[in-house]
């Protein structure tokens, strides 16, 4: 079965550079969320988007923005990056609502700025 | 404001023993709770979910979990440990009602099952 794609799956970038994470949820899927995870940390949510519009936004930098396109495929871009934003970005994506709600995950993009 | 506490950083059984990774929540309602299991430089995997209904759920792989509203838990069981569980696990949370659908995770627990 298909699964969240996200590329690239490694990526390095110098201080004050830009980025885009970009993921692909599984089809049929409406809603994509982005975590962020330090090294040796947890998950923290970013920000979500169903149907295409934001849905909720949780600690994601004024230097992040994100958006999600007609495809339903989500692009994350990062500017003025720092060193504290090397960290995994995972993407997910769910469809439905209460009871059949379940998030899948992307193997994530491992973001090393140097 | 909802989160997730996993007391324990760390869990050392032996293969064959039964295994417990404990969480407590706190959210506003009705929780949905979730578990996760990363392995090393992938993502994370569901493991199983409580919603409504038993409070025993049976998930992915032999686990299992309790929902405990009085206490506030949803710890993570499996009868008999194999090599291959080890791995970080990560307890989450969302509250039933109300727009807001993104997860809280707790701080993760790496389990490491001994031969």
């Known amino acids: 079965a298909a699964g969240v794609i996200q590329s690239p799956r490694h990526l390095i970038k110098e201080k004050r550079e830009t980025a885009t994470l970009k993921c692909y949820p599984i089809?049929?899927?409406?809603?994509v969320y982005w975590y962020q995870q330090g090294p040796g940390q947890d998950p923290q949510f970013l920000i979500s988007?169903?149907?295409?519009?934001?849905?909720d936004k949780g600690s994601i930098p004024d230097r992040f923005s994100a958006q999600q396109f007609s495809d339903y495929h989500s692009e994350l871009n990062m500017s003025s990056l720092e060193l504290g934003d090397s960290a995994l970005y995972f993407c997910?994506?769910?469809?439905?609502?209460?009871?059949?709600?379940?998030?899948?995950f992307g193997s994530g993009t491992q973001l090393s700025v140097l | 404001a909802q989160s997730v506490a996993q007391p324990e950083d760390q869990v050392n059984v032996a293969e064959g023993n039964p295994l417990t990774v404990k969480c407590t929540y706190s959210?506003?309602?009705?929780?949905?709770l979730f578990w996760y299991v990363q392995y090393p430089n992938r993502g994370l995997q569901f493991l199983l979910k409580y919603i409504t209904g038993d409070n025993l759920v049976k998930g992915s792989y032999g686990f299992e979990a309790e929902f405990n509203k009085s206490q506030t838990s949803f710890h993570l069981k499996k009868p008999s440990a194999l090599v291959s569980d080890s791995a970080l696990y990560f307890c989450?949370?969302?509250?039933?009602?109300?727009?807001?659908?993104?997860?809280?995770f707790g701080s993760g627990t790496q389990l490491t099952v001994l031969p």
């Open positions: 959210v506003s309602g009705n929780p949905y």
């Open positions: 988007f169903y149907e295409k519009m934001q849905s």
């Open positions: 989450a949370v969302r509250a039933g009602s109300g727009s807001a659908r993104q997860l809280t």
């Open positions: 997910a994506s769910s469809s439905g609502q209460g009871l059949n709600e379940k998030l899948f």
């Open positions: 089809p049929r899927h409406d809603t």
